[in-house]
């Protein structure tokens, strides 16, 4: 396991390291200054109502500790980032994740904000106490529920996935991903419901936010910047420029979002190959949790 997170961290792109470290030492930052990063970071209605509009970016950055179990979910988000989203950063360019990451994470607060204004005015309009105003949205959870959704609302319309052995089709199972964690996090599913909907526009429709994604000419222009981050080396890791990248899925052809041969961020896909070299035709197949089926401890 040890080996295995050294030689994905060696892998990791510049901002892949960032997205990794910088969730991770504000976490454990919490501990002792928790007060002054709540007030920075954490976005809520409440927040918002305050003045603090710049937490509806920062909050991406902030997870705070709850528990020693909150802790353990921060290292598995760690763990997700660094080897699930180097895939993207190589398709796309650093510079153009960066900018997908602080789209995303405004289309989610703003999602966010705007629904728990609604639900708020309608516990007020039945009398009722309500919480909506203190219901949080921090972490990276948001956009990878995003970046799932997108992922399988612009993948072919015959894939399926397995998820628990139930079998459904793709585009359907950040929904029934998304209800499994209001099952569980009550209120604080809200920041998944928004997310939801930005992956869903995302992709698709005359109106999706990929649309906003910067141009390789501006981004090119951007990383050759002297007093900018665009194109310096980020905890260590190679910045990916415009031009080492592995295409435009956002071009207005369309396109579906780059992953590794083989694996999406979902899990592991069926077919690996194309009709007629071994591989059978037809839609792809995902299955949810794929592996040996080791347990843990052995």
Same mark, same amino acid.
């Given at each position: 396991?040890?080996?295995?997170?050294?030689?994905?961290?060696?892998?990791?792109?510049?901002?892949?390291?960032?997205?990794?470290?910088?969730?991770?030492?504000?976490?454990?930052?919490?501990?002792?200054?928790?007060?002054?990063?709540?007030?920075?970071?954490?976005?809520?209605?409440?927040?918002?109502?305050?003045?603090?509009?710049? &937490?509806?970016?920062? +909050? %991406? @950055?902030?997870?705070?500790?709850?528990? $020693? !179990?909150?802790? /353990? =979910?921060?290292? #598995?988000?760690?763990?997700?980032?660094?080897?699930?989203?180097?895939?993207?950063?190589?398709?796309?360019?650093?510079?153009?994740?960066?900018?997908?990451?602080?789209?995303?994470?405004?289309? &989610?607060?703003?999602? +966010? %904000? @705007?629904?728990?204004?609604?639900?708020? $005015? !309608?516990?007020? /309009? =039945?009398?009722? #106490?309500?919480?909506?105003?203190?219901?949080?949205?921090?972490?990276?959870?948001?956009?990878?529920?995003?970046?799932?959704?997108?992922?399988?609302?612009?993948?072919?319309?015959?894939?399926? &996935?397995?998820?628990?052995?139930?079998?459904?089709?793709?585009?359907?199972?950040?929904?029934?991903?998304?209800?499994?964690?209001?099952?569980?996090?009550?209120?604080?599913?809200?920041?998944?419901?928004?997310?939801?909907?930005?992956?869903?526009?995302?992709?698709?429709?005359?109106?999706?936010?990929?649309?906003?994604?910067?141009?390789?000419?501006?981004?090119?222009?951007?990383?050759?910047?002297?007093?900018?981050?665009?194109?310096?080396?980020?905890?260590?890791?190679?910045?990916?420029?415009?031009?080492?990248?592995?295409?435009?899925?956002?071009?207005?052809?369309?396109?579906?979002?780059?992953?590794?041969?083989?694996?999406?961020?979902?899990?592991?896909?069926?077919?690996?190959?194309?009709?007629?070299?071994?591989?059978?035709?037809?839609?792809?197949?995902?299955?949810?949790?794929?592996?040996?089926?080791?347990?843990?401890?052995?």
């Amino acid at each position: 396991m040890c080996a295995q997170i050294s030689a994905s961290w060696e892998q990791a792109p510049a901002v892949t390291r960032s997205l990794v470290v910088l969730p991770l030492v504000l976490h454990g930052a919490s501990l002792f200054f928790g007060p002054i990063l709540y007030q920075v970071f954490s976005l809520s209605l409440g927040s918002v109502r305050q003045g603090r509009f710049w &937490t509806m970016l920062s +909050f %991406v @950055l902030w997870d705070p500790y709850t528990s $020693l !179990l909150s802790t /353990a =979910f921060a290292l #598995l988000v760690a763990f997700w980032v660094m080897t699930g989203v180097p895939t993207l950063e190589r398709g796309v360019g650093s510079g153009r994740l960066l900018a997908m990451v602080a789209i995303a994470s405004v289309a &989610t607060s703003s999602i +966010f %904000v @705007l629904c728990a204004q609604v639900l708020d $005015l !309608l516990w007020q /309009a =039945f009398g009722w #106490l309500s919480m909506w105003p203190l219901v949080p949205c921090n972490g990276l959870v948001p956009l990878a529920v995003a970046a799932v959704t997108a992922q399988c609302m612009s993948s072919d319309p015959n894939a399926e &996935t397995s998820i628990f052995g139930i079998r459904m089709k793709s585009y359907i199972y950040p929904f029934v991903m998304v209800g499994l964690f209001s099952l569980f996090s009550g209120p604080a599913v809200l920041q998944d419901v928004a997310a939801l909907i930005v992956g869903c526009l995302f992709c698709k429709g005359p109106m999706r936010l990929s649309m906003l994604m910067p141009s390789e000419s501006t981004a090119m222009r951007w990383e050759s910047g002297r007093a900018c981050i665009f194109g310096r080396r980020l905890f260590g890791g190679q910045w990916v420029k415009v031009g080492e990248s592995h295409g435009d899925p956002f071009a207005a052809d369309g396109g579906s979002l780059p992953v590794r041969q083989g694996y999406t961020v979902m899990g592991r896909s069926g077919r690996q190959g194309l009709p007629g070299h071994g591989e059978p035709a037809g839609g792809t197949e995902f299955r949810i949790f794929a592996g040996r089926g080791q347990r843990l401890g052995n």
